[in-house]
């Protein structure tokens, strides 16, 4: 039994005070002192880890105002401030051993569009992609394109005057900031815009913390503007962090959003920006480059830019063989086919082309394709090209480049690429070189890396492997940076391209020369007391010092608490590196549901798996071995270990502190749909380790009795089957359901159909498979033979859909059997009960084996129970795990069989609505479902829907209904109440369609019984 973790890291009483104080204030927001939510935001995207005192989530401006004001007062001066937005910095920008205030969660409305101007105004929390879709439908959009543009917020933006693609074209961030509104450190609510000498004479009149700002701000550039002039580089990047270089306009006007821009939270609380927009280009190509060598891709970039491109991203081999083997590659892998000369691609430049007409866009393409084919003979280290044309071609292959930062996070092995370096921005005339010797410092420690960016602006992102798990491998860290700093100033660069500079600021005054003490000058101004996101850019006096790379804790120095043992066993968790991409803003993509219906980083991928880690992480300083104790708790005897489960949940319902509990809170908001398995570039599997985590937490608290319930279900089901009358007249009653949800916690029951399968069988002639059965069909029967494995959800709370499905298979001219009964387990696997689920894997594992030794093909109807043959029966059989295809994945490969039959059907248009678990853990199976009504001369077009909230029993869940209607209606609710889907939706998972009837009283069919109804 694993013991209570009742001690973790304390609270500072100066902060428990200052919590308490704004806590008497009329502050609005949200005040998070727990240790989970200090835990989640401890991390960023960067190597480091920097445990806060508290996580402060504002809902108003105002609340902002009083946060500053309160710590504006003297007895709070010494209390530390760090904003923080979408958390994707990869420099600990947002790391803080003070107070987090999170703006992302409430402050995210857009407020204002004016299309015939061309602005925007929105408040800080607004995620770029979430702005971009709301002004899609007006032609416009907000520049420039970053990687993680679905969950980077526009204050981060902002505060790190982000860059990405295409910034050749459209800039930084702040060439396209109008105003910004911000909250500064004495509680002024100022709104900032370029202004002239009069009005600016004005404005530092004032007798404020404002006029002081101003005033500081224009003497520091009137003094000092040759050296600004002088040390500032000419590069597409600029110098980001208090950039002196643009205080005034190209028009001579005073604009203090130049160092507020890049600030990265040192000077104030960014609340509202106004934006420059820009129109939408209507067409769009790409044309990608193949070479055999990475070093002539890079050079070849100067080449490729004479024909004038919108932008030039590159991609090294490391990154587009880990693409190859995400989710991803089924989407474009069309547009990379081998090399012609058969030679391996060791680079690829991916060339776009944006213009308003069909035939400027053909032009613009032609210039360069005309260069590339009249070059054809020449020795430049190419291997041909290939075509991309329209923007959904285009954005699949942008969506696989963005992706390649979190990818590079999947390597195999403990040693994987890291960003510490990755953010150099040099002329790009110099890159080839700079790449060539940043190259031979890694070979030359023996460091593999990958690579990737954006050649036509100078910054190749490259990430060393390194297991920071190591001591030794931790120690590279500094040599490698202080290498690469040199060799950046040899080749006229910046070490920060785009990325910002946080704990890498240490560098600052190294680059900034004699002008460094005006930074510290400026930043006194704004903070004198050094309570803003302290350590980074400059600090408000000499005697303070700014934070150094080495000098600052990282997640290996916490991970390598974790016995190897333990690590290993929890491996699905472990490998997160806060790349984020498990907060997508877009309601309408899978991962993650439990994100998008309660907004707490909490119940995200990268949250639990923060909190696995730190608990994983707890009990080992406690000498407890995680994984020993799961085999301890398999062996412990129920009725024994009753008493003290009993006192420890008795406890627990006094209020007794356990770190386990809060752990165990935010496991709880899964809805194990596994999208995360799926679609996370590092593939945290959250269902794997929440399960092993459930088995020992209530190896140590009561389990409450709906797990039993539904753990129980596949093994009761069939004898409840019997007599649906009893089952049923039990579960329908209202006072029933009251019953059920206040003891059991289950609401909204499922009922069973009363359709006898047995009987139902018999009248169709269809058999069981069993050897007997088998051996008895003909040659002609048997090489058409499918089995149909059952599922407890379709074969009995949906019992005409099996029949459906038999009776179209048997249509298409195929004999369907249909394996006997036996419990799948999954259920048991979502609530922990992972001993039963392995004796019940075995068992039917099997079964079904001996089926297959038959030679006939298995097929599953429920998307979600089916993909766990080849998930969680994976983990537990390894290779004895049965072969269950979809149902769809057979049938695609079945088209010479159906398509002589598609006249047996009318022709018709349908829209199907996809399983979670199904397009996120088997991409190319929906594509088969368009094959499959393709070949019977229907047309499916594929819905783009989130998930539906239900997620086999989650909904169900008394606890859970509330998040999960709340999910429904992100995505779900719109699509199934438009009238131009009425009749023509389909679902394939029996959650989806349970969920759609219970909240809308839409009934939705199977696609298997939309083709069965078209014949």
Known sequence: MIPSIRHTSPIQSRYLDFIEALRQTDFQGDLNPDYANRTVLATDNSIYQVLPQGVVYPKTVDDLVTLTTLSHRAEFQDVVLSPRGGGTGTNGQSLTDGLVVDTSKYMNEILEINVEERWVRVQCGVVKDQ??????????????????????????????????????????????????????????????????????????????????????????????????????????????????????????????????????????????????LLPIPKVSALVNVNYRDFNAALRDATELMKAEPTSIETVDSKVLNLAMNDIVWHSVSEFFPPSSTGEPIQGINLVEYTADTEEDLDAAVKRLTGRLDAELENDNGRLGYSLAWGSEAVAKIWAM???????????????????????????????????????????????????????????????????????????????????????????????????????????????????????????????????????KIATPKTELELLTIDGVTTRGQQDRKIPVQVWEGYSEGMHCNGNGQCHNWNPNDAMCPSWKGTRLRTHTPKGRASLVREWLKQLSERDVNAIEESEATRKQSFLLSFPSRLKNTLSKKRGEYDFSHEVHESMMGCLACKSCTGQCPIKVDVPSFRSKFLELYYGRYLRPLKDYFIGGLEYMVPTLARVPWLYNGLMKPRFMQAIMAKVAGMVDSPLLTGISLDNALHERRIRYASPANIAALTQVQRDNAVIVVQDAFTSYFETQLVLDSLDLLTKLGFTPLVAPFKPNGKPLHVHGFLGPFAKAAVKNAAHLNDLARSGIPLVGLEPSMTLAYRSEYQKVLGREAPEVALIQEWLARQGEQLEPRKDLLEPNTFALLAHCTEKTNAAASIKDWQSVFTALGQKLEVVDVGCCGMAGTYGHEASNVETSKKIYGLSWAEVVNKPENAGKLTATGYSCRSQAKRIDGASIPHPLQVLLAQM
């Not at 800039?171 to 396209?176: L, Q």
């Not at 000058?521 to 350590?535: E, I, Y």
Request: glycine residues 10%; charged residues 25%.
């Open 131 to 276: 702005l971009n879709k709301a002004l899609k439908p007006h032609g416009l959009f907000f520049a420039p394109e970053l990687s993680t543009s679905n969950r980077a917020t526009i204050g981060g933006m902002i505060n790190t005057d982000a860059s990405g693609q295409g910034s050749c074209r459209y800039g930084k961030t702040r060439d396209h900031v109008l105003e910004l509104r911000t909250v500064f450190l004495d509680g002024s609510d100022w709104t900032s815009r370029p202004v002239d000498d009069a009005e600016l004479t004005d404005i530092s009149q004032r007798e404020n913390r404002v006029g002081e700002v101003h005033r500081t701000v224009n003497q520091i550039y009137t003094d000092h503007a040759e050296q600004i002039e002088a040390r500032f580089p000419k590069l597409n990047r600029c110098l980001t962090g208090y950039d002196l270089a643009h205080i005034r306009t190209a028009e001579g006007l005073f604009d203090l959003n130049s160092v507020l821009c890049g600030s990265e939270g040192t000077l104030g609380f960014i609340a509202e920006a106004k934006l420059n």
């Open 401 to 535: 480049r963005k992706k390649s930062v979190g990818l590079l996070g999947n390597a195999e092995g403990e040693a994987r690429p890291i960003p510490f370096v990755e953010d150099t921005a040099v002329p790009p005339e110099n890159l080839a070189d700079f790449i060539m010797e940043f190259r031979a410092a890694l070979d030359q420690r023996g460091l593999a890396y990958g690579m990737f960016g954006h050649v036509d602006a100078g910054v190749l992102h490259v990430r060393p492997a390194i297991d920071m798990k190591d001591p030794a491998q931790e120690a590279l860290i500094r040599p490698i940076t202080d290498e690469v700093v040199a060799l950046v100033k040899k080749y006229n660069g910046l070490l920060w391209g785009e990325h910002g500079k946080g704990v890498r600021a240490e560098y600052a005054p190294e680059f900034f020369g004699e002008l460094y003490p005006q930074l510290q000058r400026l930043k006194a101004c704004f903070d004198p007391n050094n309570q803003l996101n302290p350590g």
